[in-house]
């Protein structure tokens, strides 16, 4: 990858199986096509992405700026459009509740879910969405 997209970006841990599901409902209601994926093990991530700590978090990469845990997740919905445009109502919670519970959502993720033991590849239908 040699330059930046135009579109924002949600980075994935492309082992982790509820971030896969994260990926799916993505890919699920991205009508317009406003969101590329990419995981966090990636090329991408490589390139773009400067705090190396970020496994455990969604990332949403936007205009050269990183949101993660709660914030990305927030924007992520809010992209997506539709009803997913009322997730802005969790922004009146403090972000360091709202982070709380995203980090008790992520340390618990692999005992919960479970992992794989590679990344998750895209069908024809959805390589364009993905960048790695």
Not at 60 to 65: I, V
Not at 80 to 85: A, D, H, N, P, S
């Amino acid at each position: 990858m040699q330059s930046v997209p135009d579109k924002p970006i949600v980075f994935f841990d492309g082992t982790c199986l509820l971030c896969n599901r994260a990926a799916n409902f993505i890919l699920k209601f991205d009508k317009k096509d406003k969101l590329y994926l990419a995981t966090l093990q990636g090329d991408t991530a490589d390139f773009l992405l400067t705090e190396r700590h970020l496994p455990d978090s969604a990332v949403l990469y936007e205009d050269g700026k990183t949101y993660i845990e709660s914030d990305a997740v927030i924007r992520i919905a809010q992209k997506l459009g539709g009803i997913f445009k009322l997730a802005g109502i969790f922004k009146l919670l403090p972000q360091k509740f709202r982070d709380y519970l995203y980090n008790f959502v992520a340390r618990h993720r692999t005992s919960w879910f479970g992992r794989s033991e590679s990344c998750r590849l895209p069908k024809a239908e959805e390589r364009h969405k993905f960048l790695d």
